[in-house]
């Protein structure tokens, strides 16, 4: 099993910066992929972004590429989410997603929610305009 705790949400005007953390425990030795996604009132949850647990790979969602930027410490099992240049359309519940599906494909990246065995409890980001 494997544990995920987010933190790092708030609130923030348009245009600002926010860091988001996920912390992993348990059984990391089995994560291959880690992954962002986010959920809207009303609205699917949706996929952000994904990183090797290695990290030497990573993937973005068209709508966040060029102002987020996801990383990984694997010495602190933890996993963040670098948002620049926030918009009000990104205000949403942030998740954090682990999976140990290996792919021989390495640049196939999963980016449906029910792809992932693994989620934190979410954290809050809201965008004022």
């Known amino acids: 099993q494997v544990q995920l705790v987010e933190s790092g949400g708030g609130l923030v005007q348009a245009g600002g910066s926010l860091r988001l953390s996920c912390a992993a425990s348990?059984?990391?030795?089995?994560?291959?992929?880690m992954a962002w996604f986010r959920q809207a009132p009303g609205k699917e949850r949706d996929f952000v972004a994904a990183?090797?647990?290695?990290?030497?790979?990573?993937h973005y969602a068209n709508s966040v590429k060029g102002r987020f930027t996801i990383s990984r410490d694997s010495a602190k099992n933890t996993m963040y989410l670098q948002m620049n240049s926030l918009k009000p359309e990104d205000t949403a519940v942030y998740y954090c997603?682990?999976?140990?599906?290996?792919?021989?494909?390495?640049?196939?990246?999963?980016?449906?929610?029910?792809?992932?065995?693994?989620w934190g409890q979410g954290t809050q980001v809201t965008v004022s305009s």
């Open positions: 997603a682990a999976d140990e599906t290996y792919y021989r494909d390495i640049n196939y990246f999963a980016t449906n929610h029910y792809e992932y065995g693994y």
């Open positions: 990183i090797r647990w290695s990290g030497v790979r990573m």
């Open positions: 348990g059984r990391t030795a089995s994560i291959y992929t």
